[in-house]
């Protein structure tokens, strides 16, 4: 199928607001392996980064040994807490359905496993407004999911719209347009030298104007 103009979006910290479910569920998972000595920032930076980097962060040299149980006891949490408190950005279904209705293909290309990717669009209520939808592939990183997508679509033109420079970077080795959600989980100044920078999802339709323009 071909899309001549497609904008594919993020989803943790671009349409979703993560954080309402993810600081807890990380909290919980570490205090049941006993290493629940992190903050609050340093849990919430880690929104968007495949599981796989959690392990490696949060475990250390214990990556081995730990990292099969810190994935089950997160993965628990993480399903219960988005079923429960997973909940858009203010006017996300105005500007997606505003993208729409300007004649815009819409795509989702995420970190999340399916399973995950399937129950949060489903918790937020936005799976019926994408046309496409792209979890991490078996090769784990956002620029190949990206890729599997563009293949498939084949669109004349697209832009990606994320938080993170995962999102960044899958976007210029795929040679498509970004922006740069600074409303998500970003670090300070990890998105700073993006040319366009959306402060809330009111900005977007705007902003894809101007690169489609």
Known sequence: MEYSKLVIFDVDGTL??????????????????????????????????????DI????????NTLGEQFLTCTARYWFEGIRKKAAVYPGTYAMLDSLKQKGYQLAVCSNADPQELELILDALNIKSRFDYIQSLTEKGTKKESLKK???CCNPQWAVMVGDRDYDREAAERNEIAFIACMYGYGAPGELERCEYQAASVLEIPDLVNQLDS
């Open 149 to 151: 997508l563009l293949e």
């Open 56 to 63: 490696c962060f949060f475990l250390g040299d214990q990556a």
């Open 16 to 53: 979703n607001q993560t954080e309402r479910y993810a600081v807890d569920a990380y909290r919980k998972a570490l205090h049941e392996i006993g290493m629940d000595h992190f903050t609050d920032e340093q849990l919430k930076s880690r929104i968007g980064a495949p599981f796989q980097e």
